[in-house]
């Protein structure tokens, strides 16, 4: 009998350590395997880090994350790439530099620059090099005071569209612009997306969860996106399973305790 092989559907995250396993590369890790993808992984710093806040950062060497890219993409088909914290400019043009060498594709984009607890993850500099990196990615999924660095203004829930669609335009990207910062009093969460290959803005709800359990919720986001794209779905449906796998995730972690800060939502459901 002839040996068929089967490719794996594969994603890259390139992001930051969390020692505490709640979010970053070891999020990621979660997200990509729970969504049916493989996950491989260039580390870009590591963080002191448990549920109750970041102590410490370390940032890996240039020529070592060089290394580290150029042998997961020289060797291995990937068919999407998530990228977390890039902490400097130095980071951010390595990053380029080789996705654009390896013509990488489907590349999703969270624009980490605060972590869950308030700290600082990324240098003032920084940020106008990440702007500049931006028309280079496929999609980027930043949360409401994210949003409000990239574009200079003040988003609310009235104009979340109008911001998404104006992000988009500015970046010449797709955008999934999420709502979890705004209380408007309801009891559904909405994120809006924009695709800016059609030029169509649609909302996505899910039920809020009152729950402390949400650390890591943006790279399990864009990362359990990043899977779906691998596995062939279009940005649309690769974005709107990955926000309900998350939502499910942070619901099936609701009453789970890890530490004595904000917790993880539970990747696997168990």
Do not use: W
Not at 2 to 12: A, F, G, Q, W
Not at 77 to 106: R, T, W
Not at 224 to 252: D, H, K, M, W
């Amino acid at each position: 009998m002839e040996n068929i092989k089967t490719p794996y559907k594969s994603v890259l995250s390139i992001a930051g350590s969390d020692s505490g396993g709640c979010a970053g590369i070891q999020a990621d890790i979660k997200s990509i395997s729970a969504c049916g993808a493989y996950a491989a992984t260039v580390i870009t710093a590591t963080t002191a880090q448990n549920t109750q806040g970041v102590t410490d950062i370390h940032a890996i060497p240039i020529a070592h994350l060089e290394k580290q890219l150029d042998a997961v993409l020289s060797d291995i088909d990937f068919g999407a790439i998530k990228i977390g914290m890039l902490h400097s400019c130095e980071v951010i043009k390595a990053v380029q530099g080789k996705l654009s060498e390896y013509k990488a594709k489907n590349i999703v984009l969270d624009p980490v620059m605060v972590s869950t607890s308030g700290h600082k993850l990324i240098a003032d500099d920084a940020i106008a090099c990440l702007k500049d990196f931006l028309p280079n990615v496929n999609l980027i999924t930043p949360n409401i005071p994210e949003a409000e660095l990239l574009i200079d203004e003040k988003i609310v829930s009235d104009n979340m569209e109008t911001m998404a669609k104006k992000i988009g335009e500015r970046y010449q990207t797709s955008v999934l612009l999420k709502g979890g910062h705004i209380d408007n009093g309801t009891i559904v969460m909405t994120d809006v997306c924009y695709n800016h290959e059609t030029k169509e803005v649609n909302l996505i709800t899910n039920p809020k969860v009152n729950t402390k359990n949400i650390h890591g919720t943006g790279c399990s986001l864009s990362s359990s996106i990043a899977a779906f794209l691998s596995l062939g779905e279009p940005i649309e449906i690769a974005i709107r399973n990955g926000c309900n796998y998350v939502n499910q995730a942070i619901i099936a972690g609701q009453h789970k305790t890890l530490g004595n800060g904000n917790g993880p939502i539970n990747h696997f459901g168990f």
